[in-house]
């Protein structure tokens, strides 16, 4: 069964940092570019940042652009999400995300998501 | 980079059929997929692809495509239906990999 956990979410001051993390489990994770997704409250999706199986090719959202980084450790079956200089409207719940990619088909989504962890900017 | 649109609510008769839309210039080139979040809850897959329904979606779920616009149909709509649908796809002006829909309520009356 894949599961996906994410954790480090909470009260952070604007201008601090927050890291994040999201423990995989049930499948090939290095198979698998992996994605942050957040949702302020009362708002719709919106896509942080992504990376691929391997870890050498990351994107982000230009909201999250030099202050995000995206990571992952496939010996310990987790990705990151370090977030720095953040601000009051990166406060969200973020969740991780398990994409799929079928080129030949041109169908792309996530079939797995996690519940989510809070993050509060605020003072 | 590219956007996806939605309705913002739509609203169905228990039982009836509903369509929930979703344009963007991205779907000239990707097919569309589409979650399903429920207050508190984390958004679940219910179509992807062509037409393809995850293991446990109900068959009322079905999915389609139309040039710049996809559609997702709820055929005989059950009240556990409500929730907020989103459509997502990859992003075909290249500069970011992902695009989300604006979302759509929909309630169930």
């Known amino acids: 069964e894949v599961q996906l956990l994410e954790s480090g979410g909470g009260l952070v001051q604007p201008g601090g940092s927050l890291r994040l993390s999201c423990a995989a489990s049930?499948?090939?994770?290095?198979?698998?570019?992996m994605s942050w997704v957040r949702q302020a409250p009362g708002k719709g999706l919106e896509w942080v940042s992504a990376i691929s199986g391997s870890g050498g090719s990351t994107y982000y959202a230009d909201s999250v652009k030099g202050r995000f980084t995206i990571s992952r450790d496939n010996s310990k079956n987790t990705l990151y999400l370090q977030m720095n200089s953040l601000r009051a409207e990166d406060t969200a719940v973020y969740y991780c995300?398990?994409?799929?990619?079928?080129?030949?088909?041109?169908?792309?989504?996530?079939?797995?998501w996690g519940q989510g962890t809070l993050v509060t900017v605020s003072s | 980079s590219s956007e996806l649109t939605q309705d913002p609510a739509v609203s169905v008769a228990l039982g009836q059929t509903v369509r929930i839309t979703c344009q963007g210039d991205?779907?000239?080139?990707?097919?569309a997929s589409w979650y399903q979040q429920k207050p508190g809850q984390a958004p679940v897959l219910v179509i992807y692809?062509?037409?393809n329904r995850p293991s446990g979606i109900p068959d009322r779920f079905s999915g389609s495509s139309s040039g710049n616009t996809a559609s997702l149909t709820i055929t005989g709509a059950q009240a556990e239906d409500e929730a907020d649908y989103y459509c997502?796809?990859?992003?075909?002006?290249?500069?970011?990999?992902?695009?989300f829909g604006g979302g759509t309520k929909l309630t169930v009356l």
């Open positions: 991205s779907l000239r080139s990707y097919y």
């Open positions: 692809g062509k037409n």
């Open positions: 997502n796809s990859r992003d075909s002006s290249g500069n970011h990999p992902w695009v």
């Open positions: 049930g499948f090939t994770f290095s198979s698998y570019a």
């Open positions: 995300a398990k994409e799929v990619v079928l080129v030949v088909y041109a169908t792309y989504y996530f079939d797995y």
